[in-house]
């Protein structure tokens, strides 16, 4: 950001200093976990919602637990989104909940673009509501909804925010030692079909 502040006059863009906003995490598994983990380092205040999740879960992070949807968005300077995409997760986010949000709040989702109403989105996006958003999904993968190349407060990137040579050759090695356990004998981890795959043909 700074780079587009040169020329320009420094007091045409203010900077964002993260230390003593608060971080609002929807869904708080291993991913959200992460999120606030490392958002603490910057000084973050840090809360999130999450109603399948257990109760002491909060403690344990050392994170403030929201009882409702609502509360979290109208006390959140930025929402992360790390929840799954189901039947009540679609569209989680759409009109009435950015009405609900802080005005100039920043939104980040890496979670499933169908979470968000694009259309919504947009709208938050040219009225200021939402004062800027880093999409790494969007709701109809790979289509762009339009408008949102346009738009200088949009960060896109396609289903590849993760991306370096590291996490590449995790990915790699954990397929072969996956591969290698089946061959083995060992249970599959992480299977989603299991029921499936065990079911006589």
């Known amino acids: 950001m700074s780079d587009k502040v040169v020329g320009t006059g ?4 203010k900077l964002y200093r993260l230390r003593d906003k608060t971080l609002g995490i929807i869904g708080f598994g291993r991913i959200g976990g992460a999120v606030a983990k ?42 992360s989104v790390n929840a799954s995409l189901n039947r009540t997760s679609h569209h989680l986010l759409s009109g009435p909940q950015f009405q609900q949000m802080k005005e100039g709040v920043l939104l980040v989702n890496t ?18 509501k939402v004062a800027a958003a880093g999409l790494d999904v969007l709701e109809n993968e790979p289509d762009i ?15 590849s925010a993760f991306y370096t040579e590291e996490s590449f050759l995790e990915m790699r090695t954990k397929s072969a030692e996956l591969l290698l356990g ?12 299991g029921n499936s795959i065990l079911q006589p043909s």
């Not at 949807?69 to 930025?78: F, G």
């Not at 673009?113 to 938050?124: E, F, N, T």
Request: proline share 3%; charged share 20%; net charge negative.
């Open 111 to 128: 979670a499933r673009g169908g979470i968000v109403d694009s259309q919504a989105l947009l709208a938050a996006l040219n009225s200021g």
């Open 145 to 159: 909804p339009a408008g949102f190349r346009d738009l200088d407060n949009v960060i896109l990137t396609a289903h």
């Open 10 to 13: 420094p007091a045409s863009k």
């Open 38 to 79: 490392r958002a603490a380092a910057f000084g973050l205040n840090i809360r999130f919602y999450d109603p399948y999740v257990a109760s002491g879960i909060d403690k344990t992070h050392g994170v403030t637990r929201c009882e409702s949807l609502e509360e979290l968005l109208a006390s959140s300077d930025i929402v």
């Open 182 to 193: 089946i061959m083995a004998g060992a249970s599959v981890r992480n299977c989603v079909n």
